[in-house]
């Protein structure tokens, strides 16, 4: 499936949508998803990660109302949800409605006054994909309220509170990436972003060079164990080395040295976990580097190595995206293959060079059925912009 530019028309029907539920003149809004090119479960650990925005997103438009109520119609599951100005849950319900009104509730802990508000969602990130549908609804909510409220806020700000609506409200321990990519990605772009510091640098991405994304349309949820269970045995790992040495106040702050001193003392699962964080961090800033020089076999080789590192000592991969990995290796044009997101399923990244993208969609799709009998989805995606507006957009 190729992906072509959807946006406009996209925004003018969301436009119609409102119009029809709710009347009234909306603003609309879109933040992407994302797919990460490198630096898995690094970011709670303080370390790095490259992602970029994709042309997958969500729109959400706003209106005011009057009556100070809260009104959102999701134009996907096809259902809405009401509340008068007083009512609004102060906890999650483990349904769509958690990530729109843990929004509200951050935007009001940040002390925000939302005004009552019309909302309709629309958005086309494959859900359970490791494409982060969630960061992108958080964020186009986000930025469609601070936009009704008449309110500014820095885009890192906004990033840290859609993430905290997710860590409180909804209940997903996630880290900053995928809030962070809505809210800074850039056209054409990665983005290596310091999780600690939050400063990042853009790289861009060879107008040569096709991002595939192929999903094994095996489900993930990082509202499910095995994300909560890694980082756990993060943590646990951690709180070794650190008391071994008081520096080291996350895991990006300590070496292989470290870990090779003092990661006997550690379950030996825990010792591969972080051995995958260690390293990959190395990889990321790695990886950041070989694309700034434009030296894709390099880049190729850092994502196949995180591949084998997400695979073996995290276990975060799975048996069908082992085998998409390894089918996209034998295929012609392929720079760099590798499972991305939260892990568990979901879908693979795959740099591919251009003029071999096409046959490169066809014969991996082809091989993926052979091997696993499942019709895989594979989307040609382009680097995109993070939030904003497309008021004019229809
Ligand atoms: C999910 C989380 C992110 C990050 C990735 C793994 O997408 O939301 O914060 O931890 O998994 O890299």
């Known amino acids: 499936m190729a992906k072509g530019n959807e946006k406009m028309p996209g925004a003018s029907l969301v436009r119609e949508i409102h119009e029809k539920h709710f009347g009234g003149d909306p603003r609309v809004f879109l933040a992407p998803g994302r797919v990460n090119l490198i630096g898995e479960h690094t970011d709670y650990a303080g370390g790095f990660v490259m992602p970029a925005a994709i042309d997958f997103g969500t729109f959400a438009s706003a209106s005011a109302r009057s009556d100070g109520r ?11 949800v009401a509340f008068g100005a007083d009512e609004l849950p102060g906890t999650r319900r483990k349904r769509w409605p958690d990530y729109p009104l843990g929004v509200v509730w951050a935007l009001r802990e940040a002390g925000i006054e939302v005004p009552g508000f019309s909302m309709v969602l629309e958005g086309d990130v494959p859900l359970g994909a490791g494409l982060s549908s969630s960061a992108s609804v958080e964020v186009a909510v986000a930025v469609a309220l601070l936009s009704l409220a008449g309110a500014e806020m820095e885009r890192t700000a906004i990033a840290k509170l859609c993430q905290k ?13 995928d809030q962070f990519i809505a809210c800074h990605g850039a056209e054409d772009h990665a983005l290596l972003l310091d999780c600690r510091s939050l400063q990042y640098r853009l790289a ?13 349309m095996v489900k993930h949820s990082i509202a499910g164990g095995e994300y909560g269970i890694r980082r756990a045995e993060v943590e646990e790992g951690t709180a070794i080395l650190r008391g071994h040495r008081g520096g080291i106040a996350q895991l ?13 003392e550690m379950a030996e699962n825990v010792m591969r976990r972080c051995r995958h964080i260690i390293t990959e961090n190395l990889r990321t800033v ?33 048996e069908e995206a082992d085998i ?29 060079e251009e003029e071999a993208a096409e046959r490169f969609v066809k014969q991996l799709g082809e091989e993926y059925r052979a091997a696993t009998g499942i019709e895989a989805e594979i989307y040609r995606c382009h680097a995109s912009a993070g939030a904003h507006s497309v008021e004019n957009g229809g």
């Not at 044009?333 to 997101?341: D, Q, S, Y």
């Open 324 to 352: 998409m990995v390894d089918a996209a290796r034998c295929l012609p044009g392929l720079i760099g293959a590798r499972l991305t997101g939260g892990g568990f399923g979901g879908c693979t990244v795959n740099l591919v």
């Open 165 to 177: 609506a997710e860590n409180e409200y909804v209940g997903a321990s996630c880290g900053i990436m």
């Open 286 to 318: 790695a990886a950041a580097d070989a694309l700034a020089a434009g030296d894709l076999k390099k880049l190729g080789d850092l994502m196949a190595a995180a591949h084998v590192s997400y695979r073996d000592d995290f276990e975060a991969s799975c």
């Open 204 to 216: 861009p991405i060879p107008r040569h060079v096709s991002v595939v994304i192929a999903n094994t």
């Open 70 to 80: 809260v009104e959102i119609w999701s134009q996907n599951f096809k259902e809405g």
């Open 252 to 264: 990006r702050d300590a070496t292989l040295e470290d870990l090779e001193r003092w990661g006997g």
